[in-house]
């Protein structure tokens, strides 16, 4: 699904250009990944584990999501590199097709920088511009905190917990925290995110917005 480019004025009077990935941003994308990893904990990836992206399969990869009817990925771009992505995704499994899943995660020199939030906002309109989408769904690691605020403002509840679903390097097991946006109720919508998602003045929270969602690879970048 091919989303339209749209500009943002970030807080600190920056241009970010947010839109589907070209087979231009690869390199970008490929160390954004590395990047990211590099910065915090709370991917699923470590920096040694992202050999396993290179240009061929990431341009298969983003090809397959571009053309697909069921999944959209995101790609914030400033200061000439990649520097965030977005990804949501759903099935026509009659069983399941009302739930999406999302992912999102950024370099942290742009965190706080409203990035988080009109990507979050984009996720959501295209949730909710899909009538079989009732909830959307995430998960984010124990000790988040940047990550559970921002979505939490975005109308995420947690609804559930898988204990000790992580461990790192150094044998630390941390806890992975499922949570849903219910964006319809009995046939209905919940409130909408606003139209026109790239909206600007919003409160931003500080924010680490990884989130390790198996449903979004390239976004929390584990598999």
Not at 48 to 69: A, H, M, R, W
Not at 84 to 111: F, M, P
């Amino acid at each position: 699904m091919i989303i339209k480019e749209t500009e943002y004025t970030m807080k600190n009077g920056r241009q970010a250009l947010i839109r589907s990935p070209r087979e231009e941003d690869i390199q970008g994308i490929l160390d954004y990944l590395y990047q990211t990893a590099c910065e915090t904990e709370f991917l699923l990836r470590y920096p040694e584990e992202c050999g396993q992206y290179t240009p061929e399969s990431e341009k298969v990869f983003l090809e397959s999501i571009n053309n697909s009817d069921t999944e959209a990925f995101l790609t914030a771009l400033a200061d000439g590199k990649v520097v965030g992505t977005a990804q949501i995704r759903w099935t026509t499994n009659l069983k399941l097709k009302h739930r999406a899943s999302v992912g999102i995660a950024l370099v942290k020199e742009y965190w706080n920088q409203g990035l988080g939030t009109v990507m979050m906002q984009e996720m959501i309109r295209i949730a909710e511009a899909n009538p079989n989408i009732l909830q959307i769904e995430l998960d984010f690691i124990e000790g988040n905190s940047r990550a559970r605020a921002l979505y939490e403002k975005m109308g995420f509840r947690i609804t559930g917990v898988r204990p000790n679903a992580i461990r790192l390097k150094d044998g630390t097991l941390l806890n992975e925290y499922s949570m849903i946006r219910e964006i319809r109720t009995r046939g209905e919508r919940t409130e909408r995110c606003p139209s026109g998602a790239f909206a600007k003045g919003e409160s931003e929270v500080n924010e680490s917005t990884e989130t390790s969602n198996e449903s979004a690879p390239r976004t929390r970048g584990d598999d």
